[in-house]
């Protein structure tokens, strides 16, 4: 049964960057969609911050772009969430989905959409 695993978080000071891994284990990202969720403290999950579709264009939210981005390596099945400036209102925890198909804005796809999730990593931004 294929999943995704999520790597990569912790805790940084305000401006630190990381980076997170989400790994297939089970199947290939090849030819999925996978976007990258984060669910803050008393809150929902949000839609996707970031998708990168799976001809490799990346879609980012306005609150994230220029700070965020996504990067594949189809050999390894990964795909990576570069952060930098990390901003205490970054602090949430961080999963990843596959979809095979997403929308044609790929940022306004339902949680329903994505079949494969992983756990998700902690980020903490705190000084």
């Known amino acids: 049964q294929g999943r995704l695993v999520e790597s990569g978080g912790g805790l940084v000071q305000p401006g630190g960057s990381l980076r997170l891994s989400c790994a297939a284990s089970g199947f290939t990202l090849r030819g999925y969609a996978v976007g990258w969720f984060r669910q803050a403290p008393g809150k929902e999950r949000e839609r996707p911050f970031g998708v990168s579709t799976s001809d490799s264009r990346s879609f980012y939210k306005d609150s994230v772009a220029g700070r965020f981005t996504i990067s594949r390596d189809n050999a390894k099945d990964t795909v990576y969430l570069q952060i930098n400036n990390l901003q205490p209102e970054d602090t949430a925890r961080y999963y990843c989905?596959?979809?095979?198909?997403?929308?044609?804005?790929?940022?306004?796809?339902?949680?329903?959409?994505?079949?494969?999730w992983g756990r998700g990593t902690q980020v903490t931004v705190s000084s």
């Open positions: 989905a596959a979809a095979w198909q997403v929308y044609a804005d790929p940022l306004l796809t339902p949680e329903g959409q994505w079949g494969y």
